[in-house]
Structures are given as structure tokens and as C-alpha cells.
């Protein structure tokens, strides 16, 4: 609060209550009026307050402006830098064969698109090994994102935080890893969230997809052509749901739907256990 009674009328500059840094920070502006009446307002944090000698002072707390939210367009596909570090990356080995293997995951195709980093920058300046899946759409085939897991050669993944990022500003929704190519697809598939379950699965059934999260999962459109679709759900609500809910849209097309559950968190963790 202000000392009013304290100053003549006039101009004054005196520190401000709300912000004031000392004696000499002198950022707020206090002018009185003849018959008592003042105003006050700081330069910086536009705190105010008015006197009145009758009700004595009002105070209004530091103004703060409103930030209007403003939605970052997406890239609907692949951005060219996305392009240059797919480009960068060369096919399965070293490190990324290594991880896999430590993890029970069956290796890939080379004509797949899942590739190997050697040394991606990671956000927090981390440098390291990483695996980089492509995310097409899932009907056009067109590219959409990338993800990128960075790992170490033991099966663990790298003490970096998040271990996993997709490209910012790209689209995902309706994206799938195609861990093996549309040409091996014929009258069955597997599906899976992430890269390790899908590549559990793959042990029992090829081709297998990564649909790298849920959502996508869910959402999953019927592809003409095929006649039995393999689900390894993460045992997770969202996981258990998305394969439901993506099983009875293909069994309602008229395929024959298998839904693979575990009492572990996810297929790849069964594999491990059972190794």
C-alpha cells in the first residue's frame, strides 16, 4: 500500500509496491490532486491504485496481458528438413542391430522404413545412436513425420529426456511406420503402437506396422485386400480400447481379427521375459 497522507500534492516517482527493486527503483507515478485525491501507476508492471480521502485506496493488482494462442499449421507432409535427415540415415546395423536384438525384436527388412543414426542431436545437446522410423499415411503412402528413438547397443534406451520424438510441427494422425513395404503386404498384416511390439509380433506374423501411438491405432482404416489382421495391444485402457476399437471396425469389413494380449505392459516386455 501506498502512504498517501505522506505526500503533498503534485508529482512524485517512488518505488513501486508491487515490483519495486529498492530505494532508487523508482518506477511508479503518483500524482495528488489539491483536495487529496491521487493516482498511482508503475511504468513497469502497471500496477495502479487510486485514493480517495473519504474510502481511502483502491488497489488493482499488476496488469497482465492476455497471450492469444495461435495454431502453428502442421506440415501435412514431410518438410524438407525431415527429408534431409531421413536421407541422413542409412539402413539397419552397429548400434540399432544391437538394440534390437538386446530387446528380442526380430530384424526388419532393409526396404523398410525404419533406418539407423549414428549420431542424431538430441534437443537437450545429447548426441547419439537413434533409430528413425518414417510415418507415411497410411493410405496415401505419402511421408508425414518422423520418429526418432535414441538408444544404446545393450537394448536400453538413451538417458536423454524424452527418449522418443516425432518432428515438431508435422502432422501423425492417420501415420504408420511400415516396418516391412506394401509389397510384402498381401493378405495379412500385423499391427502394433510402438516399434518393439510391432517387431515382438513380427516373430509370429510378418508384415508388421507401427502405428506409434494409440490414437492411431484406433483409427486405423480398413485396407482393401487384406483378410487377417493380428493386434498386439499395450495392457493399458488406452492400449486395451484402441485394439477393441480397431478390431471391430476390420471384423465388421468382414476380416478375421486376432487381438494378442499379455499380462505385461506390452508384447515386447512378454518377449524379454520369455527370452
Known amino acids: 500500500m501506498i502512504a498517501w497522507t505522506h ?11 508491487a515490483c519495486g527493486r529498492g530505494e532508487r527503483d523508482k518506477t511508479l507515478g503518483l500524482t495528488i490532486e489539491a483536495d487529496g485525491k491521487g493516482v498511482a501507476h508503475c511504468f513497469r508492471c502497471n500496477f495502479t491504485e487510486s485514493y480517495r480521502p473519504e474510502r ?4 488493482q493488482a499488476p496488469f497482465k496481458p492476455r497471450i492469444k494462442a495461435v495454431a502453428t499449421r502442421k506440415h501435412e507432409v514431410l518438410s524438407d528438413y525431415g527429408r534431409d535427415l531421413w536421407s541422413a540415415c ?12 538386446a530387446r528380442r525384436c526380430r530384424i526388419p527388412p532393409a526396404d523398410g522404413d525404419l533406418r539407423y543414426h549414428p549420431a542424431l542431436q538430441h534437443p537437450s545437446g545429447y548426441t547419439g545412436p537413434a533409430l528413425v522410423g518414417l510415418i507415411t499415411d497410411a493410405v496415401t503412402r505419402k511421408p508425414m513425420s518422423l520418429h526418432r528413438t535414441w538408444i544404446q547397443a545393450d537394448g536400453r534406451k538413451a ?10 510441427g508435422h502432422r501423425k ?81 468382414g476380416c ?20
Open 7 to 17: 505526500f503533498d500534492a503534485g508529482n512524485h516517482r517512488i518505488p513501486c509496491p
Open 56 to 59: 481511502g485506496a483502491r488497489q
Open 90 to 101: 542409412e539402413p539397419l546395423s552397429g548400434a540399432a542391430v544391437a538394440y534390437l536384438k
Open 159 to 168: 538417458d536423454v529426456d524424452p527418449p522418443r520424438l516425432l518432428l515438431s
Open 173 to 253: 494422425a492417420g501415420g504408420v511406420i511400415r516396418l516391412w513395404p506394401d509389397d510384402a503386404v498381401t493378405s495379412a498384416i500385423g499391427l502394433a503402437e510402438g516399434i518393439e511390439t510391432a517387431l515382438s509380433l513380427a516373430w509370429g506374423i510378418e508384415p508388421t506396422w507401427s502405428c506409434v501411438d494409440a490414437g492411431n491405432l484406433a483409427a486405423f482404416p480398413v485396407l482393401s485386400g487384406i483378410e487377417v489382421l493380428t493386434i498386439a495391444a499395450d495392457d493399458d485402457p488406452a492400449g486395451i480400447a484402441a485394439g477393441r476399437e480397431c478390431g471391430e471396425r476390420w471384423a465388421a469389413a
Open 256 to 275: 478375421e481379427v486376432f487381438l494378442v494380449r499379455q499380462e505385461q505392459a506390452d508384447l515386447n516386455d512378454a518377449v524379454q521375459e520369455a527370452a
